[in-house]
């Protein structure tokens, strides 16, 4: 069963500091998604990204979000300056081009005290 | 007001019972999607569908596309079936994003 995997599980981080987190999508995949889940909340849409570059945001995805596929098996959510209401968990997901079939990560779920 | 809609948004049932938890939704889809979170928080894909009816095991999905209406349905309930259950429309175009309902949490008892 492929899977796609995110590291770290979780992360407790300042305010103010820089958070990387790791996606490794399907291989042969080519959407990539982060969504994130504020405890007791419903998942939101962060941000898609398709041949290398971002094809939509959300509003919550500003200037401090960006996103990267640095070596081509990667995929990466990083927060500039991290925030306390950025505390939630974030999922990565990724599809295929012709199923559809959408795969999630376990989650990677950021603290920030 | 949501765009996906769910309703329970907390289900308890005995085992064995016969489970119906439904979504509506105002968007425009391609696709929509019923998911599976347990407690640790990860998401599992259940069902995409964008017509009629699927089947898996003891798990049944369906769709009506006129009406904006799926319903997901567990026959013969186990308590290891006890988790979140989320309705999640995928949008079109270039993007499809998913925009997710809020979910329902099911417990089913002994």
């Known amino acids: 069963e492929p899977e796609v995997t995110q590291t770290p599980s979780h992360q407790v981080t300042q305010m103010g500091q820089e958070v990387i987190l790791r996606c490794v999508p399907i291989?042969?995949?080519?959407?990539f998604y982060w969504y994130r889940q504020i405890l007791g909340q419903k998942v939101e849409f962060l941000v898609s990204?398709?041949?290398?570059?971002?094809?939509?945001k959300s509003e919550i995805f500003d200037d401090q979000f960006s996103v990267e596929r640095p070596d081509g098996s990667n995929f990466t959510l990083k927060i500039r300056s991290t925030k306390l209401e950025d505390s939630a968990m974030y999922f990565c997901?990724?599809?295929?081009?012709?199923?559809?079939?959408?795969?999630f990560g376990e989650g990677s779920r950021l603290t920030v005290l | 007001k949501n765009e996906v809609e769910q309703s329970p948004q907390n289900l308890t049932a005995q085992e064995g019972e016969f489970i119906t938890i439904n979504c509506s939704y105002s968007?425009?889809?391609?696709?929509l999607h019923w998911l599976q979170q347990h407690p640790g928080g990860g998401i599992v894909s259940l069902f995409m569908?964008?017509?009629g009816k699927k089947k898996h095991g003891r798990l049944i999905a369906t769709i009506n596309i006129q009406e904006k209406h799926s319903s997901l349905h567990i026959t013969a309930s186990h308590p290891r079936d006890s988790a979140v259950y989320i309705c999640?429309?995928?949008?079109?175009?270039?993007?499809?994003?998913?925009?997710f309902g809020t979910g329902t949490l099911l417990a089913v008892q002994p």
């Open positions: 999640a429309a995928l949008t079109g175009g270039a993007t499809n994003k998913l925009i």
């Open positions: 569908l964008s017509s």
């Open positions: 968007v425009g889809i391609s696709a």
């Open positions: 291989s042969n995949h080519l959407y």
């Open positions: 997901a990724s599809k295929g081009h012709y199923t559809g079939e959408l795969f």
């Open positions: 990204f398709y041949n290398n570059e971002i094809s939509e």
